[in-house]
C-alpha cells in the first residue's frame, strides 16, 4: 500500500480518491470453518478495510502528507445490511466515523458504501451468485426490488462520493441495498 501511494504521487502529484474495498467469503456451515479460513476471512474483511496497518493508516499519512490537497476516501464495506440494525458496532462501519472525525479538520472526506447482495466476481465465484443457489434465492426474497445488486447499481455512488456534489457528506453510511434492511 505504501509504494502504491509514492507511485501514485510520482506519477499524478496527488491522490485524489481511494476506495477502500476488499472482501473474501468461504460459505459453509460453521463447524466447517477452520482457523485459518477464519483468520483469513478476519484479517482481509474487517482490518482491510479499518486498522490495518496497509489500509487505513497507509490512509492517514497519506491524508497528512498531501492535505494541501483534497483527499476523499470511499471505503466500501461489503457488510450486508442487516449489519446497521443486527450489530451493536461494525469495526469497518465505525472506522469510516472515527476517520471522517479524525481527518475532517484537513477537509478530507471519509464514506462508505454498505451494499447488499451484490453480483460480484467474489461472489459467482464462491458459488452462492448466478447460480440459483437457495442463499442468491433468499437474497432475492428478501430484496424490494426483487433482485441481486450488480457492480454497476453500486459504482455510480462511489463516483457521487468521491464528487464535488457531495461535498457536505462525510461519516456517512450510505445503505445501497435495493430496499433490503
Not at 13 to 19: F, I, K, N, R, Y
Not at 51 to 71: E, I, S, T, Y
Not at 140 to 148: E, F, K, Q, S, V
Request: charge should be negative.
Amino acid at each position: 500500500m505504501a509504494r502504491l501511494f509514492v507511485e501514485t504521487k510520482a506519477a499524478y502529484g496527488a491522490l485524489d480518491v481511494l476506495v477502500n474495498n476488499a472482501a473474501v467469503y468461504k460459505l459453509g456451515p460453521l463447524e466447517a470453518t477452520t482457523e485459518e479460513e477464519f483468520h483469513r476471512e478476519f484479517n482481509t474483511n474487517v482490518l482491510g478495510p479499518s486498522d490495518d496497518p496497509r489500509g487505513c493508516q497507509v490512509f492517514r499519512a497519506a491524508g497528512w502528507q498531501h492535505h494541501q490537497h483534497r483527499l476523499d476516501g470511499v471505503p466500501i464495506d461489503p457488510a450486508q445490511p442487516v449489519d446497521l440494525h443486527g450489530k451493536p458496532r461494525v469495526p469497518s462501519m465505525q472506522s469510516t466515523r472515527v476517520l471522517s472525525k479524525e481527518l475532517g479538520p484537513r477537509q478530507i472526506r471519509v464514506n462508505s458504501i454498505n451494499p447488499g447482495a451484490t453480483a460480484t466476481e467474489g461472489a459467482r465465484a464462491a458459488g452462492v451468485i448466478g447460480v440459483g443457489s437457495d442463499f442468491e434465492k433468499q437474497m432475492i426474497a428478501m430484496t424490494p426490488l426483487g433482485r441481486i445488486g450488480q457492480p454497476s447499481d453500486i459504482a455510480p455512488i462511489a463516483v457521487f462520493l468521491a464528487s464535488d456534489e457531495s461535498g457536505w457528506l462525510t461519516g456517512e453510511i450510505i445503505l445501497a441495498s435495493g430496499g433490503q434492511r
